[in-house]
Structure formats: C-alpha cells, structure tokens
C-alpha cells in the first residue's frame, strides 16, 4: 500500500492569499505549498481519497493524474469535501463512503451529480480494494467529524482528521499502534482553539499513540516549515 499526502494544509492553504508573514514569503520564493490536507491511498491498482480538498485538480496533476476509484468524506467542511465536483466530466464519478451524516450534507450539495453513496457508520468496516477502511469519532465541534482507519495486511494508518485531543476513548484503542498516523496541528504553541490541536498538542497527542511513524497535517501558514514532524505535500510512504 502507498499513502502519499496530496495537501497538507489547512482551509486557507500555504501561501495564504494577501500575507507577506516569512511562512507565505518563503513558500511564493520557493514554489513551496500547503494545498488543502487530503491523502492518496494505492493498493493493487486502484486508488482511494481521503477527502476530496478544493485542490483536488492540481492535486491530481500533480500526481500522474490517477483514476480515483473511491473517496472517502471525514465530515462537511468546505476544505474537505468541494473538491469532488471537479471529477465532472472527467472521470466516472467516483463512489462516496462517509458516516450517514456527513453524507447527507455533502451529498446535498453535490445534489445536482449522480453517484453512488455508501453511508457508513462510525467503528463498521468497509472493505475496498484489499484494504479495510473504518470510520472512527473524533471532536471538531460542532461539526460532525470522523477520522479514518485504514488497514491492509499486517498494516495500519491512522488519520485523525480535524480534530481536538479529547475523542472517544475507542478512536483512542483504534489508533493506539499504528504504524503511520497522520494528525491534526492547526497552529503554533500558544494557540488555543475550541476545534483542533496545536503543533505541541498534537505531537504529544501523536507520541501517546506509539505509532511507528507519524506526520502532522491540516497546518496553518503560521507553521514553520522546519518543524520535526511536519508533513509535507506530495510525500510518500510504502507500507508492504
């Protein structure tokens, strides 16, 4: 299985339009982005989203320009699920997996598309492609948000999607172990929100899991670039 990392940022994206801070300065010189956070699964010949981002066109391009086979929707925000409307004349629209109510909403919006729609409930496993996919609960109030487990073989990836620290205590068991988490890291130390972590929250969020390697994502232009830990677009990881 590979897992690459379309985008790593946040709503806004890196650079953000208008800002001159050293973040955006440093990505404009440099070509250095932050598209909205969305991951690429790959096993056996088909690929699978993790959320359909704004960006999704480049994104794609970017990437070989894959037939998407599948997409998964972790919950109703714009940065997370508008991108679907660009496989419109492009592709065969691809089938949607997401928890009941997130596919309600989302689906709505997308009303005017035809495709099929797979309601899933948080913590029941779907199997697609030679991997096993299971939506877990996580806290992004007040939307309704899920994170994403994705197992193949002996292999686990976890993704926290947009979260604060304190989920469910089964999330908790089902990403405790995983041998490569993706997770939440809005903004700096100092930043205190009511809907995601910051950098030192989710990196300690991330180290009480034990995974075998983890990368933060969802990050705000105020991130440094130099930051251990940090995911960066278009990164790749072969898990056998």
């Known amino acids: 299985m590979k897992v690459t990392l379309l985008g790593t940022g946040d ?19 440099t070509g250095t982005m932050r598209l909205r956070t969305s991951l690429l699964l790959e096993n056996r010949g088909h690929h699978v989203l993790i959320d359909s981002s704004p960006d999704l066109r480049q994104q794609l391009l970017l990437h070989g320009s894959p037939s998407i ?49 797979h309601p899933v409930e948080p913590y029941s496993a779907v199997s697609l492609f030679g991997m096993t996919i299971t939506l877990i609960l996580v806290n992004h109030p007040p939307a309704y948000c899920c994170g994403v487990i994705v197992s193949s073989g002996t292999n686990r990836i976890g993704y926290t999607g947009d979260t604060r620290a304190q989920i469910p205590e089964q999330s908790i068991e089902l990403l405790n172990g995983v041998d490569l988490l993706f997770v939440d890291a809005l903004a700096p130390d100092g930043y205190k929100g ?17 995974p075998g390697e983890f990368r933060c994502v969802h990050m705000s232009h105020a991130i440094a670039w ?12 072969i898990l056998p």
């Open 69 to 117: 086979d599948a997409v998964i929707w972790t919950h109703g925000h714009y940065d997370h699920f508008m991108g679907y409307g660009e496989f419109y004349r492009v592709q065969h629209l691809p089938p949607v997996y997401a928890a009941p109510p997130v596919l309600s909403y989302c689906g709505g919006i997308f009303g005017f598309l035809s495709f099929e729609r």
């Open 194 to 210: 009511s809907k995601h972590m910051n950098y030192p929250e989710a990196i300690a969020f991330a180290e009480a899991r034990e």
């Open 226 to 237: 130099d930051l251990p830990c940090i995911g960066l677009d278009g990164e790749c990881f």
């Open 11 to 29: 709503a806004i994206g890196t650079p953000k339009i208008g800002c001159s801070c050293p973040r955006c300065t440093y990505a404009r010189e």
